[in-house]
């Protein structure tokens, strides 16, 4: 059980999504912040001289000033099995899938690699201050076992699933509707609600699953109604195209998903680029979220997600934001809202450092459905945190000497900012920032012949 503990620090936490970079209202800053842990949870927060007052006399104190104490980043989509494929040469999604990915997961049926892979997955989150994710395991349970025990090793709140897919990929990446649905019953039975862990259904995409394997997914989302389901959704054209030819009696992509009832509020769909008006109605309907991956749509050239049109439509359509490892470029979400930042720029709109960081941390953890556990500094909360300095770079440095407000500071995190930001991520009140790993010199030998 965890001692209690007092942290010092500037405190930034969100109310509600940002209106504008004027919207004051939106969020909670405290100059002098103090936050009282106790049992991985935050008993006080506030002044640092009020929060002090109602600590005990004997505390074990952390100041972390001048440095800002945010809740720990959230990612909505990755996948940890792809660790060793990210910075893979391809010309679009479905070469990148086929040349690299599928072969690396063929792999993960191997549980020695798996829980090596998974214990770097874990590493990466916590340097970058990534403190919950969604991510998709391999179609293997061996993959599925590892990623929630790493998870539980560190007292992380993870979601995951073992990936079922019956078609479309290399023998050793199949199962059957009906392996896929008894080891996806199996995890959830081993693992859901284990520690801080959440099961997702996760069938892969509809290219990857036969129409009987989708109605093992929706037996499975009747059954267990709570869970997550995560899958892909309108990545790239190609994807598109492909997907109208398996499905004919679908009026487009998002409708065979509906059909096989598998769009609801904890439905994460990862990417859903080119949605048409009819598509984004429907996820609007449904309560669906969709995900916003810049590294990856740009690394893959698969398109500029427009997040502020879907954001203001008369049906709005829920959004988050992720990584998506291995398409995805960075492990750092302050890497992935500068690139965020970037398409919207090139689409005529404003992404300002305020909505950004709501995003990374309680816009996320709303699309997630755990606001009240993770997202925020409120009391009760899990002490889930990230520590964060402006000038930890000699170029950032620099800049911080000319800046003046909030928004400005957020904003050269979000556009120079990656792992060496972060000071320290906290789990569960816990400090959790691994240490260099020392293991790839080896490789490095091997890659200079």
């Given at each position: 059980?965890n001692h209690?503990?007092?942290?010092r620090?500037?405190?930034?936490?969100?109310?509600?999504?940002?209106?504008?970079l004027?919207?004051?209202?939106s969020?909670?800053?405290?100059?002098?912040?103090?936050?009282?842990?106790?049992n991985?949870?935050?008993a006080?927060?506030?002044?640092y001289?009020?929060?002090?007052?109602?600590?005990?006399?004997?505390?074990?104190?952390?100041?972390?000033?001048?440095h800002?104490?945010l809740?720990g980043?959230?990612d909505c989509?990755m996948?940890?099995?792809?660790?060793?494929?990210?910075?893979?040469?391809?010309g679009?999604?479905?070469e990148?899938?086929?040349t690299?990915?599928?072969?690396?997961?063929?792999?993960f049926?191997?549980?020695?690699?798996a829980?090596?892979?998974?214990?770097?997955?874990?590493?990466?989150?916590l340097?970058h201050g990534?403190?919950?994710?969604?991510?998709?395991?391999?179609?293997h349970k061996?993959?599925?076992?590892?990623?929630f025990?790493?998870?539980?090793?560190?007292?992380?709140?993870?979601?995951?699933?073992?990936?079922?897919?019956?078609?479309?990929?290399p023998?050793?990446?199949?199962?059957t509707?009906?392996i896929g649905?008894d080891e996806?019953?199996?995890?959830?039975?081993?693992?859901?609600?284990?520690?801080r862990?959440?099961v997702?259904i996760?069938?892969r995409?509809?290219?990857?699953?036969?129409?009987q394997?989708?109605?093992?997914?929706?037996?499975?989302?009747?059954?267990?109604?709570?869970?997550f389901?995560?899958?892909?959704?309108?990545e790239n054209?190609?994807?598109?195209?492909y997907?109208?030819?398996?499905?004919?009696?679908?009026k487009?992509?998002?409708d065979i998903y509906?059909?096989?009832g598998?769009?609801?509020?904890?439905?994460l769909l990862?990417?859903?680029?080119?949605?048409?008006?009819?598509e984004?109605?429907?996820?609007s309907?449904?309560?669906a979220?969709?995900?916003?991956?810049?590294?990856?749509?740009?690394f893959l050239?698969?398109?500029?997600f427009?997040?502020?049109?879907?954001?203001?439509r008369?049906?709005?359509?829920r959004?988050?934001?992720?990584?998506?490892i291995?398409g995805?470029?960075s492990?750092s979400m302050?890497?992935?809202?500068d690139?965020?930042?970037?398409?919207q720029?090139?689409?005529?709109e404003r992404l300002?450092p305020?909505?950004s960081?709501?995003?990374?941390t309680?816009?996320n953890a709303?699309?997630?459905s755990?606001?009240?556990d993770?997202?925020?500094l409120?009391?009760g909360s899990?002490?889930?945190?990230v520590?964060?300095?402006?000038a930890s770079?000699p170029?950032?440095?620099l800049?911080?000497?000319?800046?003046?407000?909030?928004p400005e500071?957020?904003?050269?995190?979000?556009?120079?900012g990656?792992?060496?930001a972060v000071?320290?991520?906290?789990v569960?009140?816990?400090?959790?920032?691994?240490v260099e790993r020392?293991?790839?010199?080896?490789?490095?030998?091997?890659a200079?012949?």
């Amino acid at each position: 059980m965890n001692h209690a503990k007092l942290i010092r620090g500037r405190l930034l936490s969100f109310k509600r999504a940002p209106l504008a970079l004027t919207d004051i209202e939106s969020y909670r800053y405290e100059h002098d912040g103090g936050l009282l842990i106790s049992n991985g949870k935050i008993a006080a927060a506030g002044d640092y001289a009020a929060v002090k007052a109602q600590a005990p006399e004997e505390i074990e104190e952390i100041d972390h000033r001048p440095h800002l104490i945010l809740p720990g980043f959230i990612d909505c989509h990755m996948h940890f099995p792809q660790m060793q494929v990210v910075a893979s040469y391809a010309g679009n999604l479905l070469e990148w899938l086929n040349t690299y990915t599928f072969p690396e997961e063929c792999r993960f049926v191997e549980s020695d690699h798996a829980a090596r892979i998974a214990a770097h997955f874990y590493d990466e989150l916590l340097r970058h201050g990534t403190t919950t994710a969604a991510a998709y395991c391999t179609v293997h349970k061996t993959s599925a076992d590892a990623y929630f025990a790493e998870a539980m090793k560190r007292g992380m709140c993870m979601v995951g699933g073992k990936v079922m897919m019956d078609r479309n990929a290399p023998q050793g990446l199949l199962d059957t509707p009906q392996i896929g649905y008894d080891e996806t019953r199996a995890v959830i039975a081993e693992w859901h609600g284990k520690g801080r862990n959440h099961v997702a259904i996760t069938p892969r995409f509809a290219i990857t699953s036969t129409p009987q394997q989708m109605k093992a997914a929706q037996a499975l989302a009747q059954e267990f109604p709570d869970l997550f389901i995560q899958t892909h959704l309108s990545e790239n054209h190609e994807e598109i195209r492909y997907t109208g030819e398996l499905y004919p009696e679908a009026k487009d992509y998002t409708d065979i998903y509906a059909q096989y009832g598998l769009l609801g509020k904890k439905t994460l769909l990862g990417h859903a680029i080119h949605l048409s008006d009819r598509e984004a109605d429907a996820l609007s309907e449904a309560g669906a979220i969709a995900i916003h991956c810049p590294t990856s749509n740009l690394f893959l050239g698969s398109g500029l997600f427009p997040m502020k049109a879907l954001m203001r439509r008369d049906k709005p359509v829920r959004v988050a934001v992720a990584t998506d490892i291995g398409g995805g470029s960075s492990y750092s979400m302050l890497r992935t809202m500068d690139e965020a930042y970037k398409i919207q720029q090139l689409l005529g709109e404003r992404l300002n450092p305020l909505e950004s960081f709501y995003l990374m941390t309680r816009g996320n953890a709303e699309a997630l459905s755990m606001v009240e556990d993770i997202g925020t500094l409120d009391v009760g909360s899990t002490a889930d945190l990230v520590v964060l300095n402006a000038a930890s770079t000699p170029a950032m440095q620099l800049r911080m000497e000319t800046i003046k407000t909030l928004p400005e500071e957020l904003f050269l995190l979000q556009t120079m900012g990656d792992d060496r930001a972060v000071v320290e991520t906290y789990v569960a009140g816990m400090a959790r920032k691994p240490v260099e790993r020392g293991e790839t010199a080896a490789a490095s030998a091997g890659a200079s012949a």
